[in-house]
């Protein structure tokens, strides 16, 4: 059942939008006869990011509460609006443009019981496209050496997070896409629980807001600085060592192979290695103090 004023909402339903007036609406639909059916009671908020078509009557004809932004911030921007203004104890962050089957909402909450977040991975019987999915491969390969533990899933916006968490890393989430990849590491390092749900996308509807390079990028980037905001050595240590390897093998070359000096190019190799390591090892003291504080 949907809220009233007195009643404490057990989940808020997050959809950020932006130009999705021919998918919002069923989506909506499909999420109430859902929650209903389970005797949930909910809340639907849609966070509409400047859309310029129909998309804020569509989803308030729907019956969602619609909070709009004044003009396009981005996909993260969105979900961080709705995370402020959600009533309920847990969250669900979906697609608006018919890619998440709602009938999974129930199935991220249950093991919600259980864990601090669920995250909605996407199987192989999803209708994705393969040049995504081969980014996405490299992406959790990356995030499991970050994380210490196998990544299904590392940039699916479909999750379910208690909201109290979410809150918690809010100031840390992006205005853009990445938001998912950035919320996923964070809970990890901060040493919350969290686990994987299978889901099969469909194929949305409309045109990808999502820019493959650029976006992409992006997400390379996110993953680096939240690596070295929670986990520095991760990046610090691979660097000083593959320097100290390249200062001391062109020096041995030298010797060895063109019977030379050693020279200052190796010697400067190993002693930026060394300042790199030293870098590394004050960052992640700094991590540990940021914890204990």
Known sequence: MEKDIETQIDVSIIIPTYNEESSIQKVI?????????????????????GSQDNTNQQATAGGARVI????????????????????????????GDGQHDPNEIPHLLEKLETYDMVVGARSRRSETAL?????????????????????????????AIKTSIAREFLHLLPNTFSYPTTLTLAVSRSGYTFTYHPIIVSKRQG???????????????????????????????????????????????????????????????????????????????????????
């Open 29 to 49: 639909s499909k999420i109430r006869e859902v929650l209903t059916r389970d005797n949930l009671i909910y809340e639907i908020i849609v966070v509409n990011d």
């Open 68 to 95: 709009d932004h004044a003009y396009n911030i981005g996909n993260g921007a969105s979900i961080k609006t709705g995370v402020r203004s959600a009533q309920g104890k847990q969250l669900v962050f979906m697609d």
């Open 131 to 159: 040049h995504r999915d081969f980014a996405n491969w490299i992406y959790n390969l990356f995030a499991s050496y970050v994380c210490n533990r196998k990544i299904l899933d590392l940039t699916s916006g479909y999750r």
């Open 207 to 293: 045109k990808s807001k999502i820019k493959l390079f650029q976006d992409g990028l992006r997400f390379l980037v996110i993953i680096f600085k939240i690596t070295t905001l929670f986990s520095p050595l991760k990046i610090f240590i691979p660097t000083s060592l593959s320097l100290f390897l390249l200062g001391f093998g062109y020096g041995l070359y030298k010797v060895v192979v063109l019977n030379s000096r050693y020279g200052p190019t190796s010697a400067l190799l190993m002693t930026i290695a060394g300042v790199v390591f030293l870098i590394g090892l004050i960052s992640e003291q700094l991590t540990q103090l940021r914890y204990e504080k």
